[in-house]
């Protein structure tokens, strides 16, 4: 892992100014933001066609207004479900996050295409930003993409808006 070539992946225009960055492997494609249709999504990766499902890595940024971490993270258990086909939680935990408290939530749900894939999302709040970066992949590859993704994290910067 340690000789792999890596790439950062800057955010695009975020609510509220600030920046962020991950990594992501160089052979990775970054993909336009605006293709999701959804303005949270400000930086995302995917990597290299090599038939069926294809791993990902996308950084959102919302606005927190007046809410909590605790609030906006029990708000995101409650609307997952509704966005993710057959989602279930398995893990949840407070962990930190680009040097911030923040949480890691770790589930399973069924990708367009009937994939079975697993989602691991870390999430913080900085200078009333939340930042979800969420790595996805098939379940049977999990492992594999784990390290990849635990590599990514390291990587990921915040830098304030103020």
Do not use: K
Not at 34 to 43: L, M, Y
Not at 58 to 65: G, H, I, P
């Amino acid at each position: 892992m340690n000789d792999r070539q890596w790439q950062d992946v800057t955010a695009g225009p975020v609510p509220g100014g600030g920046e962020a960055s991950f990594g992501a492997p160089a052979d990775w494609s970054l993909l336009d933001p605006a293709t999701f249709g959804a303005p949270a999504v400000v930086a995302a990766a995917l990597e290299p066609e090599r038939g069926g499902f294809r791993a990902s890595a996308v950084l959102t940024a919302t606005a927190q207004e007046d809410l909590t971490f605790a609030d906006w993270q029990n708000r995101t258990d409650e609307e997952l479900p509704a966005l993710l086909e057959d989602y279930r939680l398995v893990d949840l935990q407070h962990v930190q996050v680009a040097g911030r408290p923040g949480g890691r939530r770790l589930a399973h749900h069924v990708a367009p295409g009937g994939t079975c894939a697993v989602l691991e999302q870390w999430s913080t709040v900085a200078d009333g930003i939340g930042w979800s970066l969420t790595w996805t992949v098939d379940v049977l590859r999990y492992d594999a993409v784990h390290d990849l993704a635990r590599a990514g994290l390291d990587r990921f910067r915040i830098e304030a808006a103020r």
